[in-house]
């Protein structure tokens, strides 16, 4: 009923004869009310498993497992191409910090599975494992400057790498970076029990309001949560995560299928952290995007401490270092406006408010500014104290030069 909106007749039939339980389902495609034919559409499947699955998980039947292959969401191709781009750009910009020149480059792209072509006028990428079928420009990875990812800009670059790592050395940290980057998160958020409409061994099922007055569940997956003693669990997600939607249609009889989207719904990460929010009235704890960048800038600059000569003296570690240090001045304004924020907040609450719903919800947001405030605030001093141990290096690297330089003009004796 939940597939059809409840205007289709149906029969279910209940076998007992194999070593499972198990339902056949046929219902009459025309509709009882309309006379219109029930249209099987290329969602229709996806929108049907996932009912199938929500009420499997509520009464604790199986679930059948898809396989392997099948299990990453079907985006439309629009959002897959962007995918693709966010994917292929990450990939450049590790392989041209760890590359030394343009033969390099390219076996370090292979062992990464990014198919390069650069037979015609622009230089093209496709991600060899990744059902990209289309190829990707390098003019759309950088609308600043076009021919940034074109092979001959990116030879440039490489050849000013002082470092020699191998093609397998550069293939670990690759993998360890991407498990890295999977663990990563925007938003650290609280669900109660009551916003729950069921549970597997693969994750929860969340009940969500979204459109007018329509209500539905989205799956997440088990690895974004964290159970807690009290029941509740955290919820660890990106603003740009996607969560796929599947809609209550017996509660909105008229809406079946054939009246819906032809393709699966999702809801976004950002949009599902204030509904949750809202939901509950816990307030979520943001964890400030420039941290990410900070780290990917330390494992870089650590990359060439350890790869390389000991020092910061390439082209493109030094970039890294500027980049860094803008990043930080970056860290040190969101800190400033993260304790403006407290300020605020503590002169509104002593103010002698008394509507204890109020106070209640100032203690909350201010609880979660603090939280963010002293994650961003550790990092941001333990990556104060990593770049000057590198610059360190750097100087004492650049001092010992001129020391042995000093005492070889001395050994040479006066020119004459």
């Given at each position: 009923m939940e597939l059809t909106g409840g205007n289709h007749q149906f029969v279910i039939a209940t076998h007992l004869d194999k070593g499972h339980l198990h339902n056949h389902i046929i219902?009459?495609?025309t509709n009882s009310v309309t006379n219109k034919a029930f249209r099987w559409q290329k969602g229709t499947q996806r929108v049907y498993e996932n009912i199938s699955n929500k009420i499997a998980s509520r009464y604790g039947a199986k679930i059948i497992e898809k396989r392997p292959g099948n299990n990453h969401a079907q985006y439309t191709k629009w959002q897959a191409q962007n995918i693709f781009k966010k994917k292929i750009k990450r990939r450049l910009d590790f392989l041209i910090a760890r590359s030394n020149s343009k033969e390099d480059f390219l076996e370090k792209a292979a062992a990464l599975s990014l198919e390069i072509n650069d037979k015609g006028k622009h230089t093209k990428f496709r991600l060899k494992d990744r059902d990209q079928q289309q190829w990707t420009r390098a003019r759309?990875?950088?609308k600043k400057n076009t021919d940034y990812y074109q092979l001959d800009?990116?030879?440039?670059?490489?050849?000013?790498?002082?470092?020699?790592?191998s093609v397998e050395d550069?293939?670990?940290?690759?993998?360890?970076?991407?498990?890295?980057?999977?663990?990563?998160?925007t938003w650290k958020v609280e669900i109660e029990p009551f916003q729950i409409d069921s549970s597997n061994e693969h994750g929860l099922f969340l009940n969500v309001d979204f459109g007018v007055d329509r209500r539905g569940q989205v799956f997440v997956p088990g690895r974004y949560l964290d159970p807690l003693e009290n029941g509740n669990y955290l919820f660890f997600l990106k603003d740009d995560d996607f969560f796929e939607l599947t809609e209550n249609r017996t509660e909105r009889p008229e809406a079946s299928f054939n009246s819906q989207s032809k393709t699966p719904r999702y809801m976004k990460g950002k949009t599902l952290v204030?509904?949750?929010?809202s939901q509950n009235g816990k307030q979520p704890v943001r964890k400030e995007p420039v941290l990410n960048t900070i780290n990917d800038y330390l494992r870089a600059l650590d990359f060439y401490a350890s790869h390389g000569d000991g020092t910061l003296q390439s082209g493109q570690a030094k970039q890294i270092d500027q980049k860094l240090t803008e990043s930080l001045e970056e860290a040190k304004s969101k800190l400033f406006e993260l304790d403006q924020k407290i300020v605020d907040l503590k002169q509104e609450m002593a103010k002698g408010l008394t509507n204890p719903r109020i106070v209640e919800g100032y203690k909350r947001e201010l609880d979660a500014i603090m939280e963010s405030r002293?994650?961003?605030n550790t990092q941001y001093e333990q990556a104060v104290q990593n770049l000057d141990y590198y610059r360190g290096i750097e100087s004492k690297f650049h001092n010992d030069n001129q020391e042995q330089n000093?005492?070889?003009a001395q050994q040479r004796g006066p020119s004459l």
């Open positions: 219902f009459n495609s759309t990875l950088n800009h990116i030879a440039k670059l490489v050849e000013q790498n002082n470092l020699d790592v550069v293939f670990n940290e690759y993998i360890d970076t991407v498990q890295e980057t999977s663990q990563d998160y204030r509904q949750l929010s002293d994650l961003l000093k005492k070889a």
